[in-house]
């Protein structure tokens, strides 16, 4: 998994507290906790890996498209976003095969992706083309797709839709605004979403998950930092990664109380080019994790 476009060399400082767990990544992404190991995505590199407690990763999959979020099953099976061919593909004893065909439901880009208990499956949907680099503010939104395949829309007009997380009870969705630099809580319900409030004012959050107090660790790619930010939005803590962008997180472990942080060393342009190199750090935190992812 070494780097095919490697960048120079820069001296780092490094982040109080974090471990580095994995350097050797491009793009890495939808980090989440499963059957002790970390799984997540090197985008750049299409594939599907995960990290063991001995630092070993193994590549579990490549693919034709660029992936994105990934989410289990309540059967532990693995879902996984295709990016621009706006599918959802299933992992299951070391295949790939198809999932669900969202072409006629997105309006652009998908995203991230979570998985409930139940097994229904919520999208990101950018609302545009990302490849085209002619960004539409608010034209988002969220697809839900339900064991059958069957895919509904269930949130519009977010601005670039990007990490989600569920709390402990299912009964409440929290989505990242990229460029709405806010995040928005949602009330789930039986008929899809109902939209509760925009919350917190922050530079660019990324990925995102939550904790048994209800706080959000919110990855902030414009900021260099990882936040846990309460139900207000106010900033109740900062892991500061300086020089890196704060990609995504989540809390995992046998006590769901490790942090795992996921950077990257790139701009947006450079992104868009291919060229980045990401690492895995983790730390320990004072309060465990708690609903999706």
């Known amino acids: 998994m070494t780097p095919a476009n490697p960048l120079p060399p820069r001296n780092q400082p490094s982040a109080q507290g974090l471990q580095t767990l994995f350097t050797d990544g491009r793009y890495l992404e939808s980090p989440r906790w499963h059957g002790e190991r970390l799984w997540?995505?090197?985008?750049?590199?299409?594939?599907?890996?995960?990290?063991?407690?001995?630092?070993?990763?193994?590549?579990?999959?490549?693919?034709?498209?660029?992936?994105?979020?990934?989410?289990?099953?309540?059967?532990?099976?693995?879902?996984?976003?295709?990016?621009?061919?706006?599918?959802?593909?299933?992992?299951?004893?070391?295949?790939?095969?198809?999932?669900?065909?969202?072409?006629n439901v997105a309006a652009g880009t998908l995203d991230d992706m979570i998985v409930d208990s139940r097994g229904y499956a919520y999208v990101g949907d950018l609302g545009f083309d990302l490849r085209s680099g002619q960004f539409k503010r608010?034209?988002?939104?969220?697809?839900?797709?339900?064991?059958?395949?069957?895919?509904?829309?269930?949130a519009e007009s977010l601005d670039f839709p990007n990490g989600i997380a569920f709390a402990q009870d299912e009964k409440t969705l929290v989505v990242a605004e990229s460029s709405g630099d806010c995040l928005s809580r949602f009330i789930i319900s039986p008929g899809g979403l109902h939209f509760d409030?925009?919350?917190?004012?922050?530079?660019?959050?990324?990925?995102?998950?939550?904790?048994?107090?209800?706080a959000v660790w919110v990855s902030l790619f414009k900021?260099?930092?990882f936040v846990r930010v309460d139900a207000t939005g106010t900033i109740l803590e900062r892991i500061a990664v300086p020089g890196r962008r704060a990609v995504a997180s989540v809390l995992g472990g046998a006590d769901r109380q490790t942090l795992f942080c996921i950077t990257a060393e790139t701009t947006h342009q450079q992104l868009m080019r291919g060229e980045s190199r990401a690492q895995i750090g983790a730390v320990q935190v004072a309060v465990p994790g708690a609903g999706i992812p």
């Not at 590549?59 to 693995?78: K, N, Q, Y």
């Not at 917190?200 to 959050?205: L, N, Q, T």
Request: hydrophobic share 35%; with cysteine.
């Open 40 to 103: 997540f995505v090197d985008s750049l590199a299409r594939t599907v890996c995960s990290l063991g407690s001995a630092n070993d990763v193994v590549v579990h999959c490549r693919l034709d498209d660029i992936p994105s979020g990934l989410g289990f099953l309540p059967d532990g099976e693995l879902l996984i976003v295709l990016m621009f061919g706006k599918q959802i593909v299933k992992y299951s004893q070391g295949q790939v095969e198809h999932y669900a065909d969202l072409t």
């Open 138 to 154: 608010n034209g988002g939104g969220l697809i839900r797709v339900a064991a059958d395949g069957s895919a509904t829309r269930v």
């Open 197 to 214: 409030q925009q919350f917190g004012k922050f530079g660019e959050p990324d990925g995102i998950c939550l904790d048994r107090e209800g």
């Open 223 to 225: 900021e260099d930092s």
